[in-house]
T-cell receptor, first 110, second 113 residues
Framework: RKEVEQDPGPFNVPEGATVAFNCTYS??????FFWYRQDCRKEPKLLMS???SGNEDGRFTAQLNRASQYISLLIRDSKLSDSATYLC???????????FGAGTILRVKS | DAGVIQSPRHEVTEMGQEVTLRCKLI?????LFWYRQTMMRGLELLIY????????DSGMPEDRFSAKMPNASFSTLKIQPSEPRDSAVYFC???????????FGQGTRLTVV
């Protein structure tokens, strides 16, 4: 079983739609969680950290469910510029190992 | 700061040749990760270092791959001999413990023919 699993998509949505991605992780000792964004032929960049209480940054909301070992990302009012691959990232407690999911492709269309 | 710097940006080499990829960390960062990205396998962690010490190299595909940190700000990933299946984009990323946001370099696109 992979350490971090995501639905690869693609998710094809119209502008203005709300879209949600889920991610599951296998190691219950995982300590920190993140969503990264990767544009085509570019490097991944941090979108937001995911906190136990849930957190929001503008149109983006991240949630963590430790009991079920999954993380979610909700994007409201999708923009064309949101089209990218969204990577779920987990930091394991021992030594700062950062493990990436394979990514979920989002395509927002006008 | 210029961010994480990788070189070369592109490398085309023949099967059997030695390839060396280079990475300069952000000044002050003390943790370094090497990843490989392909369409089929996504972003795979090859190896990571904390304070110049390799912590986990379980992702290194085989003995043909080796990585070093000769000092706190620089790392190399070497493939010898290279094979066509090594073709991928190789990223390095650095972070400052205990802050865990990782900053990536722009990657090296390796093609082995």
């Amino acid at each position: 079983r992979k350490e971090v699993e995501q639905d690869p998509g693609p998710f094809n949505v119209p502008e203005g739609a709300t879209v949600a991605f889920n991610c599951t992780y296998s190691n219950s000792a995982s300590q920190s969680f993140f969503w990264y964004r990767q544009d085509c032929r570019k490097e991944p960049k941090l979108l937001m950290s995911v906190y136990s209480s849930g957190n929001e940054d503008g149109r983006f909301t991240a949630q963590l469910n430790r009991a079920s070992q999954y993380i979610s990302l909700l994007i409201r009012d999708s923009k064309l510029s949101d089209s990218a691959t969204y990577l779920c990232v987990v930091r394991l407690g021992d030594g700062n190992k950062l493990v990436f999911g394979a990514g979920t492709i989002l395509r927002v269309k006008s | 700061d210029a961010g994480v710097i990788q070189s070369p940006r592109h490398e085309v080499t023949e099967m059997g040749q030695e390839v060396t990829l280079r990475c300069k960390l952000i000044s002050g960062h003390n943790s370094l990760f090497w990843y490989r990205q392909t369409m089929m396998r996504g972003l795979e962690l090859l190896i990571y270092f904390n304070n110049n010490v390799p912590i986990d190299d379980s992702g290194m595909p085989e003995d043909r791959f080796s990585a070093k940190m000769p000092n706190a700000s620089f790392s190399t990933l070497k493939i010898q001999p290279s094979e066509p299946r090594d073709s991928a984009v190789y990223f390095c990323a650095s972070t400052y413990l205990p802050n865990t946001e990782a900053f990536f370099g722009q990657g090296t696109r390796l093609t082995v023919v």
